[in-house]
């Protein structure tokens, strides 16, 4: 299994376009500090790849990754479909960049696939351009497409909807993780980009997972309230915390596969390749994701 990690920001990137906090400044300095929107591209078979969440840098990440590049014919690409989380509009307004493609492949949840119609109405919108084929994407293992030794299937992890489709019906399948296991040969991968709740099923399947991928939205709980962005903790905007005692770093230390966080907000001290919560996490054996990286497994 080859994924490749095309991004690792959460909702803003990084810099965020009217930000001004340490971060954001930090990373028009240092041009190294940049992230762009939390994606992941994981290869089918060859040739034909995946995109996990269609970001709105998805033009951008896809021409930053050679495996990406169309050819050898004028209007072929590898690009074989997307997957998607959530609905929130950095994992989904990316969709809107790739009209000039013959057809579209979308793997989503249900409610994903109702906010995306009804709500942004993007099958009205991209419907003059290119055709939608639309793919469930449920709890039992499927392959990722046809003939190929990828399987994936969906973990709900939280009924958090998004504030556009915020008077949609609750459904647990709002955000998932994703589990990905090559039958070929029986490595697996995870990747939860958006996290409101740990449950047993999520735990199992992190257990049981050569490498793990999760949301590192935020540091802490108070990080939001503290560095003025939100009235709300971190759990209440839908995201557990790295640290304290609802943080997601002590369970990821005890797991035996790679660990990395990605879908990091500008606000998170990780953002600063020098800050010390980077020598805190290695300590645990747990990565930050870099924009770029390569995991083969």
């Known amino acids: 299994m080859l994924l490749r990690v095309l991004g690792t920001a959460a909702g803003g990137g990084v810099p965020q376009w009217n930000c001004a906090c340490p971060g954001c400044s ?7 500090w940049r992230r762009r929107h939390a994606s992941l591209a994981v290869r089918a078979a ?3 790849w995946y995109i996990v969440n269609a970001t709105p840098d998805i033009g951008d990440q896809i021409e930053d990754c050679p495996e990406l590049s169309p050819g050898p014919g004028a209007r072929q690409s590898p690009v074989a479909g997307l997957v998607l989380t959530d609905a929130e509009l950095d994992h989904t307004l990316g969709l ?3 009209r000039e493609a013959d057809g579209l492949q979308v793997v989503s949840t249900a409610p994903v ?3 995306l119609l009804t709500k942004l109405r ?3 919108v991209l419907t003059p351009y290119t055709a939608l084929e639309w793919r469930e ?10 003939g190929s030794d990828v399987e994936i299937d969906a973990i709900p992890v939280s009924g958090k909807r998004p504030r556009y489709a915020a008077d949609s019906a609750h459904d647990a399948a709002w955000v998932v993780a994703l589990r990905l296991r090559d039958r070929a040969t029986g490595a697996s991968a995870l990747y939860a980009p958006a996290l409101a709740d740990w449950p047993g099923s999520l735990q199992r399947a992190a257990a049981a997972a050569d490498c793990v991928i999760v949301d590192g939205t935020f540091w802490d709980d108070e990080e939001p309230r503290r560095t003025g962005i939100s009235e709300r903790t971190a759990t209440g905007m839908g995201h557990l915390p790295i640290d304290g005692p609802h943080g997601t770093a002590e369970r990821l230390a005890g797991l035996p596969g790679r660990r990395l966080y990605t879908h990091l907000n500008n606000t998170n001290p990780l953002v ?3 800050a010390p919560q980077h020598k805190l996490l290695a300590g645990m054996g747990i990565e930050v994701a870099s924009d770029g990286m390569v995991i083969e497994l």
């Open 122 to 124: 993007l099958g009205d």
């Open 272 to 274: 600063d390749p020098a």
């Open 26 to 32: 930090g990373a028009r300095r240092h041009p190294g």
């Open 137 to 146: 994407l449920g709890a039992g293992a499927e392959p990722l497409s046809a």
């Open 113 to 115: 696939r109702r906010a």
């Open 46 to 48: 060859t040739g034909r």
């Open 96 to 98: 809107t960049r790739l």
